[in-house]
């Protein structure tokens, strides 16, 4: 990315806001290892290694990158170079778990990074016996679940390569086809239109479609079957993509036009429910009900939709219990789904709320696409 892109999604003045945050949650610290929340403040995709990389971001001081030696190079052609983080590099004879601690408060409590590996966290409760460690994700969740615009922006972008991928995919769906053989092609295709990874590719067809998270298999696509494929990666900004069609090759059974009729309503009712203050548990209710009353609630049976960003699973989470009021500048999934078996459907778009309803970040084509 161009320097003023990273900027504009890796602000220098977020590192502060976790400052300010982890003090409001009366943390003496967060310890951020390599993950989505590192490089939400950072912008730094620092590599999961046994080595130790750790961002310290203390209630009270300066923040600081302990890294390791053979790091340092990566982590200063990062956007950290850019943020005026003093770099604390250690050598292979070193402790950097002690060499943290140094600089730490000695009691209280230190919030450590939800992905930090279980070893990584035992180290520290070590090196800082005094400190009760807690999860630090509630004091980023509040930051990272409400998207500046430059992130909307990402989250667009990354929109629009997904939805380029799926106009390709009638091209790669025949009668005679194996789930997998199709699975490649599409994988193919996220690279080839801009992503820098594949999250995930699936390929659901005829009874396999009524399995939400079908894995890749060998099985013939045959004539007549629907085809659910869901797909998505990361974009080198680091946000991602996800988004759901239903596809079939040739004519489909009666009874899966009648539900599909259905789901188009129940998932075009949830997205206008989308507004400030509305809650994400009736943002599930809107297209829910609908599904119910046609006689298909049982066959419905995961959560509207879940946050996306740094991850395609985030904060907030569209489902009955979550009240907590949207607001503008969150974003996430809106893909309920039908299952009745022998085959199943799902419409997944990604969302923003915005000052006064949404704005979708996918816009291909919902309805069902027959493939010849």
């Known amino acids: 990315m161009e320097t003023g892109v990273t900027t504009e999604l890796y602000p220098p003045e977020r590192i502060g806001r976790v400052r300010e945050a982890t003090a409001k949650a009366g943390l003496g610290a967060v310890l951020l290892t390599p993950g989505p929340d ?40 990062s956007p950290v170079g850019e943020l005026g983080v003093e770099l604390v590099p250690w050598d292979e004879t070193d402790d950097p778990y002690a060499l943290t601690a140094a600089r730490l408060p000695k009691a209280g409590k230190i919030g450590v990074a939800d992905r930090m590996w279980a070893v990584m966290a035992l180290r520290f409760r070590a090196a800082l016996p005094g400190a009760e460690q807690v999860a ?84 013939v696509i045959r004539p007549g079957e629907p085809v659910v494929v ?31 009729a259905v789901l188009e309503e129940a998932q075009r009712a949830s997205c206008e429910a989308v507004r400030p203050g509305a ?42 219990g979550n009240r907590e009021p949207l607001e503008p500048g969150m974003a996430f999934s809106i893909e309920p789904g ?24 996918n816009v291909t084509e919902r309805g069902l696409v027959v493939v010849d």
Do not use: W
């Open 338 to 361: 039908i299952y009745p078996g022998p085959h199943g459907a799902r419409i997944e778009d990604i969302v923003v709320c915005t000052e006064d309803g949404y704005e979708p970040m």
């Open 136 to 219: 630090a994700g509630p004091v980023l969740r509040e930051l990272r679940m409400r998207k500046s615009a430059a992130e909307v922006a990402a989250l667009r972008e990354a929109g629009a390569a997904i939805d380029r991928v799926h106009r390709l995919v009638p091209g790669l769906l025949k009668a005679g086809r194996t789930e997998r053989g199709v699975g490649r092609d599409i994988a193919d295709a996220i690279i080839a239109e801009g992503h820098a990874r594949v999250d995930f590719v699936i390929v659901g067809s005829g009874p396999n479609g009524a399995n939400p998270h079908a894995e890749l298999s060998d099985r």
């Open 230 to 260: 869901d797909i998505g990666g990361t974009m080198p900004s680091g946000y991602c993509s996800d988004s759901t069609r239903n596809y079939c090759v040739g004519e489909p059974p009666a009874d899966y036009r009648a539900y599909y």
């Open 279 to 320: 809650t994400p548990e009736a943002v599930d209710a809107a297209g829910r009900d609908i599904i119910a009353a046609a006689g298909h609630g049982e066959h419905f049976f995961h959560r509207t939709g879940h946050g996306i960003g740094l991850e395609s699973h985030e904060d907030p989470y569209i489902v009955a």
């Open 38 to 77: 590192l490089r939400y403040v950072t912008g730094y995709e620092a590599l999961q290694l046994e080595r130790l990389t750790c961002l310290a971001v203390p209630a009270e001081g300066e923040p600081f990158l302990v890294v390791p030696r053979l790091e340092l190079p990566a982590a200063q052609e």
